[in-house]
């Protein structure tokens, strides 16, 4: 996924600084510093990007960036580059490295252009180039590629007929999965279907967990999966195609930019959809259930477990939420809930609409219908109470009484020992440093997460 925090960072710390400054004065044709000659992006799969400008400076600039807009992302990120430290005619150049800067998938079509700041830091004058855009494909192999209503399907093992079905299977899927939800496709979708691991977990990337198999991504409306073409025919096939579809079409019934839904939500309606809770799963679910291991709905909200069986019990627990639902309050109550989620509504305000309960209590509803305790609650806890601080026991009292403390020796400057837990001390002159030091970290990371800042992943 693309990283939208480091695209936040170094679009909210621009923001801020052009607000401290009175904003820019942008440049006439009258006082134009810089002439913007030919821009590429040349993109090498594997390794990044080289992008490149000529220009032609009138005169030094005080700084110089790229500004690289990402699918999805909540705004462009800044990337500093040196500035030339002679005018004339040169070249600006940046090379974005996937090993250092962040993975980038497959298929991510991005732009940028080139900010170039003049003059004094109370009135800088900003010119911008015209942006340029740029396709990142995976280039190791010949693709084929066999197009239908919305899915477009590439692969590069097994004839035409393993394309035809894959085809047919994303086809389906999506179509169904649209009249559900009352949405309509209108954006292609891209499908590439590697034959080997190891190409398949290079394209998506470090930290990919080795039981994923299919990965769909909203933001480039791109799925990835991991068939090889003697398996085009097996059962699962006519699952994990479908499952990660489903996907793509909940993103654009529910996308908004407030709130994402649930993944419980998002992994339950695609596994109901594309298989239902097996016997598999209910028989996890009732032992869970029974020995006290069934996890909250709450628990299920982001990232899932990461070992094998709590995994999969994630998965059967949000197919099993969903069915629950759909049996309870009905298809179009789901269809409902996730349609709200369009409009920017939380969680609570979504359930309520839909179901006329928030999700604590669908939650409790849903393990009560399977037998379940209430789960024992993980995670940290309020900590132990210890002696308070005279004065610190009720709200604004102050106390008078004057601090304890160990005596120094004659004639030395040391400052006085608070014994632990008595008295009270002067902190004053410890968070001053304190907030100095804070205040320090919290730029170098902003200004860390500018220079790193990486794609959506």
């Known amino acids: 996924m693309i990283s939208r925090g480091r695209a936040f960072a170094g ?8 607000a401290l400054l009175g904003g820019p004065v942008t440049a006439t044709a009258a006082t134009l510093n810089v002439s913007f000659g030919a821009a590429r992006a040349t993109p090498t799969y594997g390794e990044g990007i080289a992008f490149t400008q000529d220009v032609d400076l009138a005169s030094v600039p005080r700084r110089v960036e790229l500004e690289v807009t990402f699918p999805g992302g909540p705004g462009a990120f800044l990337i500093e580059v ?12 940046y090379e974005y490295n996937v090993l250092t800067d962040g993975h980038i998938l497959p298929n991510t079509r991005l732009s940028a252009r080139w900010v170039v700041t003049f003059g004094p830091p109370g009135s800088p004058v900003i010119e911008t180039s015209e942006p340029v855009s740029i396709l990142y494909r995976d280039t190791r192999f010949q693709w084929r590629t066999r197009e239908g209503a919305i899915v477009r399907v590439h692969w590069y093992e097994g004839d ?7 085809l047919d299977i994303g086809e389906r899927a999506v179509r169904e999965t649209a009249e559900l939800l009352g949405v309509e496709e209108r954006q292609p979708i891209d499908f590439f279907i590697y034959a080997d691991e190891r190409s398949f977990r290079e394209a998506l990337g ?16 791109t799925l990835f999966a991991l068939v090889r073409p003697a398996e085009i025919d097996q059962a699962w096939v006519g699952t994990v195609i479908p499952h990660e ?3 793509l079409v909940f993103d654009t019934a529910a996308n908004n930019p407030y709130h994402f839904p649930p993944k419980w939500l998002n992994e339950g309606l695609a596994v109901y959809l594309s298989q239902g809770v097996e016997r598999a799963d209910r028989d996890a679910l009732e032992a869970a259930a029974r020995n006290g291991e069934l996890m909250p709905l709450d628990a299920l909200t982001g990232n899932f477990p990461t070992t094998f069986d709590r995994f999969s019990l994630a998965y059967a627990e949000s197919a099993s939420a969903v069915d629950f639902l759909v049996r309870e309050h009905g298809r179009d109550a789901l269809v409902g809930l996730i349609r709200s989620y369009a409009n920017g509504m939380t969680d609570d305000q979504a359930f309520n609409q839909a179901i006329g309960l928030d999700v ?3 939650d409790a509803a849903w393990r009560a219908g399977l037998g ?37 020796p ?7 020992v608070i014994p632990t837990g008595s008295g009270q001390s002067d902190d004053t002159g410890a968070l001053i440093p304190l907030g100095v030091l804070a205040g320090a970290l919290l730029t170098l990371l902003v200004l860390r997460r500018v220079r790193a800042g990486g794609p959506p992943s």
């Open 160 to 166: 035409d007929g393993f394309g035809r079905r894959a």
């Open 206 to 221: 470090p930290g990919t967990r080795e039981n994923v198999g299919g990965q769909a991504n909203a933001e480039i409306r």
């Open 360 to 362: 604590a209590a669908f």
């Open 410 to 416: 004659a004639g030395s400057s040391a400052p006085p």
């Open 82 to 93: 040196p500035a030339p430290s002679a005018a004339g005619s040169q070249e600006l150049r």
């Open 372 to 408: 379940a305790a209430e789960p024992a609650a993980h995670g940290p806890r309020p900590a132990p109470s210890g002696p308070v601080p005279p004065g610190w026991d009720a709200p604004g009292a102050v106390s008078s009484a004057p601090a304890a403390s160990a005596s120094s």
């Open 11 to 18: 679009l909210a710390s621009t923001v801020a600084l052009l």
């Open 245 to 247: 579809l489903v996907h």
